[in-house]
């Protein structure tokens, strides 16, 4: 009886393990359309700081236990132009324009800083004209708030920290232009700071500097953010496969781990061709799509992953996690197609195969 006991258990475990499959995340990265498509004879343009000089005092706090204790004084002065440094920079990296040029002058200079003044079409036309350029990227109402907080948390503890917000957008413009192109952004940036325990609490514990510093690092990091609205750029996305213990199946496996999507893909479609059950059909078609997606065929991709989703549909339903993934990845790849049309638009060229 023991040993029939121990023949169950086996052949159990060895039907469960031959039955199961899984599946693998893989990160990939994927080329994307900017939000905005300048036209075709736009291949120059300038980034410009259309915004006031705020006051070194306004915007600036500094609160001690919960209470206003004074302004703080401190200049905002080149973080205008560090942002749209960075801007440039990133903007210059990609192949839509030949030129990306940086104004450094101040175009404002009255002390209205909270408000914003865009460009008349008159005024972009002679900006365009005088420094020899075909559209212009403006930052506008660039408007810093922060405070230096200081606060007793009990008899033996004072904590401080520094919250730096900035706000702002940048608006593309051209002669001509029919279309607004406006970008919005607001991000901010805290910073703990450590107090000795002997530290007097009655005396600021955090230079001006500091928050000078936060106040350029934090125009910077958002420049870099804001830079995809303008030109295509590439992200890191997650995808998944599916795996079995099949010799061929690991065999294609191996391969993806390699990075040889093509021979994969072979192995894959010779055992689709196999398969009887819906189970693994459904999953070898997902793995169909995945790699043609990674080669740039986006049309066979999404035949692929939509049989595979109308499979796990019919016999799996479609609350199933696994239905609901692949109808997610299905939308992916529809987005993506989009997305390749655009790229070739704003590349001025055939993106996939």
């Known amino acids: 009886m023991k040993q029939?006991?121990?023949?169950?258990?086996?052949?159990?475990?060895?039907?469960?393990?031959?039955?199961?499959?899984s599946y693998r995340t893989i990160g990939i990265e994927t080329y994307n359309s900017a939000l905005i498509t300048f036209p075709a004879e736009i291949k120059t343009v300038m980034i410009v700081n259309n915004s006031a000089q705020q006051p070194d005092g306004a915007g600036h706090r500094y609160i001690r236990n919960g209470k206003d204790d004074s302004t703080v004084y401190v200049s905002a002065d080149s973080t205008a132009y560090d942002f749209c440094l960075q801007l440039g920079k990133h903007i210059a990296a990609s192949p839509v324009f030949y030129d990306v040029r940086l104004c450094g002058d101040t175009l404002r200079r009255d002390s209205v800083f909270y408000e914003r003044k865009s460009f008349s079409a008159n005024e972009v036309q002679t900006l365009c004209d005088d420094y020899g350029v075909d559209a212009l990227?403006?930052?506008?109402?660039?408007?810093?708030?922060?405070?230096?907080?200081?606060?007793?948390?009990?008899?033996?503890?004072?904590?401080?920290?520094?919250?730096?917000?900035?706000?702002?957008?940048?608006?593309?413009?051209?002669?001509?232009?029919k279309e607004t192109y406006v970008f919005p952004f607001s991000d901010s940036l805290k910073l703990f700071y450590p107090v000795d325990f002997y530290s007097d609490p009655l005396v600021e514990t955090i230079p001006v500097s500091e928050l000078k510093y936060a106040m350029h690092h934090l125009s910077e990091v958002i420049a870099e953010k804001m830079y995809?609205?303008?030109?295509?750029?590439w992200s890191y996305d997650n995808r998944w496969y599916y795996t079995s213990i099949s010799s061929e199946w690991k065999r294609g496996?191996?391969?993806?781990?390699?990075?040889?999507?093509?021979?994969?893909?072979?192995?894959?479609?010779?055992?689709?061709?196999?398969?009887?059950?819906?189970?693994?059909?459904?999953?070898?078609?997902?793995?169909?799509?995945?790699?043609?997606?990674?080669?740039?065929?986006?049309?066979?991709?999404?035949?692929?992953?939509?049989k595979s989703y109308q499979l796990f549909k019919e016999y799996a339903?479609?609350?199933?996690?696994?239905?609901?993934?692949?109808?997610?990845?299905?939308?992916?790849?529809?987005?993506?197609?989009?997305?390749?049309?655009?790229?070739?638009?704003?590349?001025?060229?055939?993106?996939?195969?």
């Open 317 to 353: 339903g479609e609350n199933d996690a696994y239905t609901k993934l692949q109808k997610r990845y299905l939308e992916i790849l529809n987005e993506r197609a989009e997305n390749d049309k655009t790229l070739s638009e704003q590349l001025r060229e055939k993106i996939s195969n």
């Open 4 to 21: 029939i006991s121990i023949l169950t258990v086996v052949f159990f475990l060895m039907s469960l393990l031959f039955s199961c499959s």
């Open 228 to 233: 995809i609205n303008f030109v295509p750029h």
């Open 253 to 306: 496996t191996v391969l993806v781990a390699s990075g040889k999507w093509d021979e994969a893909a072979d192995i894959w479609e010779a055992l689709l061709s196999k398969v009887k059950k819906w189970n693994p059909k459904a999953r070898l078609l997902s793995n169909m799509a995945l790699c043609n997606e990674i080669t740039g065929d986006f049309e066979k991709a999404i035949d692929y992953a939509g």
């Open 137 to 177: 990227i403006s930052l506008e109402n660039f408007v810093f708030f922060t405070e230096i907080r200081e606060d007793r948390t009990s008899n033996y503890s004072f904590e401080s920290s520094i919250r730096v917000n900035l706000s702002g957008e940048l608006r593309a413009v051209w002669p001509g232009q």
